[in-house]
């Protein structure tokens, strides 16, 4: 039985939210990748230490981030956002 596969293709530049969820409350927080960290701060970083609810810190895994960003920026200021897309793949049942 042959299977059928989707394909789901994101542009670099519609892939610019990321949402994190807090491990403890569940909470959600949307973070834009397209606005600059703010170096004026004393450690500019793209996600905040910890969850805005209940204060839990947030672990390494998610601090990650804080690399990835300016990572995409460079990106879309090489003008990659027109040759550059992601593809997700799911069975389709």
């Known amino acids: 039985m042959p299977f059928m596969r989707k394909q789901t293709t994101i ?3 519609d892939l610019r939210y990321v949402s994190i969820q ?3 409350c569940k909470s959600r927080m ?7 960290v ?5 450690r500019p970083q ?4 910890g969850c805005g609810v209940c204060n839990e810190p947030f672990d390494s895994a998610v601090q990650r981030l804080n ?8 990106l879309l200021e ?3 956002k027109e040759r550059l897309c992601f593809v997700a793949e799911s069975e389709i049942t």
């Open 30 to 36: 949307i973070l834009d990748l397209g606005v600059p």
């Open 38 to 42: 703010q170096l004026g701060l004393e």
């Open 11 to 13: 542009s670099l530049e």
């Open 78 to 80: 090489a003008h990659l």
């Open 46 to 49: 793209f996600v905040p230490r």
């Open 22 to 24: 807090c491990a403890r």
């Open 67 to 74: 690399k990835f960003q300016p990572v995409y920026l460079e």
